[in-house]
C-alpha cells in the first residue's frame, strides 16, 4: 500500500512563502493588515501545495462562519412532504451558495424543539438566521434578537409592535391581493355561492388571503368558511365541512395549492363536477400540484423560489453591512440610523391568475 503524503500545514505555506505564520493565517483566513506583495507570495504557496485553511482558524481571524441557519417553524413530516418548502429552500441555497456560505437546516418539531434550535443560535455556529413558517406567537424571532443575531423573516411578522420595528426585515407576497384576484375571478365567471378553506390562521399568510375573499365577499356567509392546514388532507376535510354545510356552493378559493388538491379529491367522491358544477381556484401555483391535479388547477402564482432568494439576499447585506454584496438585486436592508424607516423592511413580492381548467 502507498505511503500517503502529508496534508500541507499553515507552517509549510509560511516557509514556502518565505513570511511568518501569523501572517500567512491572516491571509489565508481573510484578516487584513499584509501588504499586497506578501499576499501574492502566500497565495502562489498555497496554489502551490493545494493547502486547504481550516475553517476554525478562518472564523477565529474574521469572526465569520460563512453560515447560515435556516429555521422553519414546522416538522419535518411537513417540510419534506410539501413542495412550496422545496421550491423555498432552492432559492435560498442559490443565493447562499453563489456568496459561499452554508445552509445549516433546522426544524421544529414540537414545543421542546425551540430550546434546542435557541442553544444553537446562541453558540455562535452561523452568522445569521433566516426564520420562515412562523405561527404566532412563535419565540424564533425574540430568541435570535436577544442572542444578537442578524435574521430575516420570510412572511409578514404578526406579533405585536412588528409594525413599528425599524430594525426588522421581512420577505412576503402580496397574499390579500392575490386572494382578490382568485374570487374575483370566480365572481366574473357568474358564480354566487363561493366558499374558501383558508390556511391555519396563526399564521399570518392565511389571515391576508382571508381579509382578501372578505375584500370581494364583505357580505358572505360566515358558513363558506372552513379552516384548513395547508395539505391535502386538511384541505380534504374542509371541503367535506363546507359541502355538509352549503351543499349549493358552486365555487371554491383554496389557500393553497396543496389545500386544493384535496379539495378536488372530495369534491369527486361526492360526484360534483369541476369546473361544471363546482369552480376551484388555488394559490401559489407550486410546480408540482396546479398542473397535475384533474382537471389542472387555476391558482394564484406567488415566485416561491424568489421569495426565498430575496430571503437570503438581504440577510447577506445585513451581514456585509450597509454597503451590501455587489450584484444583488435584493435592496439593502440595513440603514444609517437617520435614514431607518419608520417601521420594518419589508419586499412584497407580486402575485398573478395563472388560467387552466379548474375555473
Not at 22 to 33: F, I, L
Not at 309 to 315: C, Q, T
Amino acid at each position: 500500500m502507498p505511503e500517503q503524503t502529508p496534508r500541507p500545514t499553515l507552517e509549510s505555506v509560511a516557509e514556502l512563502a518565505g513570511v511568518s505564520r501569523a501572517t500567512a493565517s491572516r491571509v489565508v483566513n481573510g484578516g487584513e493588515g499584509v501588504r499586497e506583495a506578501l499576499r501574492e507570495k502566500v497565495r502562489r504557496a498555497v496554489d502551490e501545495l493545494g493547502y486547504v485553511p481550516n475553517p476554525a482558524a478562518r472564523t477565529l481571524v474574521t469572526r465569520h462562519n460563512r453560515a447560515v441557519a435556516v429555521v422553519v417553524a414546522e416538522p419535518g413530516s411537513r417540510l419534506f412532504s410539501d413542495p412550496f418548502f422545496a421550491q423555498q429552500l432552492r432559492g435560498i441555497g442559490r443565493e447562499l451558495a453563489a456568496a459561499d456560505h452554508q445552509m445549516v437546516l433546522m426544524m421544529v418539531e414540537d414545543q421542546h424543539d425551540y430550546e434546542r434550535v435557541g442553544r444553537y443560535l446562541a453558540g455562535g455556529h452561523v452568522d445569521g438566521a433566516l426564520l420562515f413558517s412562523l405561527h404566532q406567537p412563535d419565540p424564533l424571532p425574540a430568541m435570535a434578537r436577544k442572542v444578537g443575531l442578524p435574521f430575516v423573516v420570510g412572511g409578514r411578522p404578526g406579533w405585536a409592535g412588528a409594525e413599528s420595528d425599524p430594525d426588522l426585515v421581512y420577505v412576503d407576497s402580496d397574499n390579500r391581493g392575490g386572494a382578490r384576484l382568485a374570487v374575483g375571478h370566480l365572481r366574473s365567471l357568474g358564480r354566487t355561492v363561493i366558499a374558501t378553506v383558508t390556511g391555519p390562521l396563526d399564521q399570518t399568510s392565511s389571515l391576508d388571503r382571508l381579509d382578501g375573499y372578505r375584500d370581494v365577499l364583505p357580505d358572505g356567509d360566515p358558513a363558506l368558511i372552513a379552516e384548513g392546514d395547508f395539505t391535502p388532507d386538511g384541505g380534504g376535510r374542509a371541503m367535506a365541512e363546507l359541502l355538509a354545510r352549503r351543499p349549493d356552493l358552486d365555487a371554491v378559493f383554496a389557500a393553497s395549492d396543496a389545500m386544493a388538491s384535496g379539495a378536488l379529491r372530495v369534491l369527486r367522491e361526492a360526484g360534483r363536477r369541476v369546473p361544471e358544477d363546482v369552480a376551484v381556484v388555488g394559490f401559489d401555483d407550486v410546480e408540482s400540484i396546479a398542473a397535475w391535479t384533474a382537471p389542472p388547477l387555476t391558482t394564484v402564482r406567488q415566485d416561491i423560489e424568489e421569495m426565498g432568494r430575496l430571503m437570503a439576499g438581504l440577510l447577506l447585506r445585513r451581514l456585509a453591512g450597509a454597503g451590501g454584496r455587489s450584484g444583488s438585486a435584493a435592496p439593502a436592508a440595513v440603514f444609517p440610523s437617520a435614514l431607518r424607516p419608520a417601521g420594518p423592511t419589508s419586499v412584497i413580492t407580486p402575485t398573478r391568475l395563472v388560467l387552466r381548467a379548474s375555473a
